[in-house]
């Protein structure tokens, strides 16, 4: 069998003494390395934001003679040297936390697949939250040791970018994405032959090309079906991110799910823990299966050992998030394959069937639950909607006998962390605190931090936050030719020092972006308070096949040009990892106002959480689990509310009334200017203490080994007899 390798295109030509950045610029450790990116950065830093921090584009493009005088600049060649041996100590470990927890579980290999991973911004791969989240699970696996490697789709158009008319109406933009400017670097074998997969498809064949992301210490391997033997419209199927045509998205899920699972095999590898992060990557189970049934086990048998090793995490109870195909499709898709398993067109949709009598619906997520022992929803109350949703596929089980547990999700620490809080926390949690980030003991040391020091550095970072959109609203005036009311709408007015609430996530409608515009007088009044100003920060993406998504930034859009609001709403165009980043460090208050229980976790408030922003948001998904009493406030009550109109005005008048009498009087509690206010801060305290640990993706990838990863290397038969 040829082995394969990632060929690293290696054309920067570089100064000798410095020649390592080529080499760092293909590992993603970068985007969690304040030294690394400092290297970029500190050659020429208005390339480096030209290039969207870039690092391949950038070397690319950068004139030698910056890269010369770097070279021999003392202070430069000492960073340099300092962090190529940290990255060089960082890869080569051999003391990881899963060295030293579970020595004797060499033999372990998750495979962990996923349609999306958020990584950073120069790899637009993702379109919210679950991406994100697959980003943060790889990045703390390589963080802690796990023999962790990782499937999904490079798109070669990323997802898209996102342009607001006059009248508020979302533009979807697309480029064709340049992969050898980006760090990804194709599979191939000794002669440079590109690493390719089949997959059959109706009266034809597939060919998919795979190329490799370094993310630390383990390898992402992505999918493209942009190979000269497909046609055109093969070649298309992963440019963009979910499609809403049939026929396309149940194409991708056969190239993710089975040309996956080939791909792996033709690398090489035998996994024995397979982790399906929602129900898109399902059809593996099947890929799997076949290969025991070619080999001569019978079908139910095969389905027992497949069960035993697969995890399914499912992400969200909205009916758009969990695919259906209907049975003409699944016909038209699978009728060559259900042989190779044994069964006939009957047999193979009870494998996914709603129920046995059921014979027109194929489910993923209920492929996925039939093909593996161990699921979970990402939150506590989404375990039990889980359960709730799921208990028909049990009929002789209670709800809370539906064998679906939960783990909640986590950020990842470095990722989302402000360089400068960072430092903060470094000074008064200790040196190591990165090392021990879960622990809940190291964290009582934030109360340690001064007040006046604390308020620093978040006024800081709320002015690094304004400047930066300030900056970008200026852009977008002088070069896309817009109204000056729209360059307004984008932030040229913002106050770096009246108290911000941000909300910026996907414009689904669950999400109720317009729950706070309900009442716009009593918005109004808020806003314009003299000597107590409040602003709020929009922004975020609808899918560009979802119309009342895009009904929703329209009306958010058209409050926000309105006059009377003085700037003081504003709306930001093309929500990506970047201008989250900022947002989760700059603003004071993370708004979320999901419809409960549809938010199955959340993440965007634990990025805040992490960097001294203080959560107000509906008591779903993790703040559910966050929320003490006193480390934020809460929109609503904690129970199900069935009627959604009496919902929307329960929560609105809570969040008017939580906003008026509590937030914004503790932020502005008489005291002088020149003093930080110490009941806020004592608020962000308490947040930062009781929900960095608890909230890291740390704390949420150790769940993953104790109580999914390990069952299945451990003890396989005993997952399946309970
Ligand atoms: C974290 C993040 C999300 C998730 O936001 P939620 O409010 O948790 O849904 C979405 N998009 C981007 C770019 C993010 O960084």
Known sequence: MPEFYARQPNHFNLPERINRLG???????????????????????VLWEQVGHNPVLFLRNVPRKRLEAAAQDLNYVDLY???????????????????????????????????????????PMYAGGLGVLAGDHLKEASDLGLPLVAMGFIYTQGYFF??????????????????????????????GVPLTVEVHLPGRSLWARVWQVRVGRLPLYLLDSNVESNSDADRDLTARLYSSDLDSRISQEIVLGIGGVRALRKLGYQPNVWHMNEGHSAFLSLEQARELVQAGMPLAEAQQQVRAHNIFTTHTPVPAGNDEFPLWLVDKYFSHYWPDLGLDQQGFMDLAG?????????????????????????????????????????????????????????????????????????????????????????????????DDELWRVRRHMKRRMVAFIRERARKHWIHDG?????????GVMLDPYALTIGFARRFATYKRADLVLSDLDRLLRLLNRPNRPVQFIFAGKAHPADEAGKLLIQEVYRAVKKAETGGRLVFLEDYDMNLARYLVQGVDVWLNTPRRPMEASGTSGQKAALNGAVNFSVLDGWWREGYNGENGWVIGPDEDIIDPVEQDAKDAASLYDVLENEIVPLYYQDRLASEPPSAWLAVVKESIRTLAPQFSARRMLKDYVRDMYMPAVENPAGLLES
């Not at 940290?86 to 060295?99: G, I, L, M, N």
């Not at 109406?169 to 074998?189: H, I, K, N, S, Y």
């Not at 209670?398 to 783990?407: G, L, N």
């Not at 817009?482 to 984008?490: E, K």
């Open 162 to 191: 996102q342009h607001i008319s006059e009248d508020g109406w979302q533009e979807a933009r697309r480029v064709a994405l340049r992969f050898e400017d980006m760090p990804v670097m194709p599979m191939v074998d000794a002669d």
């Open 482 to 490: 817009i109204h000056p009311v729209q360059a307004i709408a984008a």
């Open 81 to 123: 040297d300092a962090t190529l041996a940290e990255f060089d100590a960082y890869v080569r470990a051999t003391d990881t936390w899963f060295e030293q927890s579970y020595p004797q579980h060499n033999g372990m290999q998750i495979a962990y697949f996923s349609t999306e991973f958020g990584l950073h911004e120069t790899l």
């Open 354 to 450: 709603r129920a046995a009598a059921d014979q027109t619906i194929f489910s993923m997520p209920i492929l996925a639950l039939r093909f593996s022992a161990q699921h979970n929803g990402v939150s506590e109350l989404h375990g039990r909607v889980a359960r709730r949703m799921w208990n028909f596929l049990w009929p002789e089980l209670q709800e809370e006998q539906v064998k679906i547990r939960h783990v909640t999700n986590g950020v990842h620490t470095d990722t989302w962390v402000s360089r400068r809080l960072g430092m903060l926390y470094t000074k008064y949690l200790g040196k190591h605190w990165r090392e021990h980030l879960d622990d809940p003991g190291l964290w009582h040391a934030v109360s340690d931090i001064p």
């Open 23 to 45: 080499e760092l610029s293909y590992n993603l450790w970068w985007t969690w390395s304040n030294n690394a990116r400092d290297l970029f950065d500190r050659i020429d830093n």
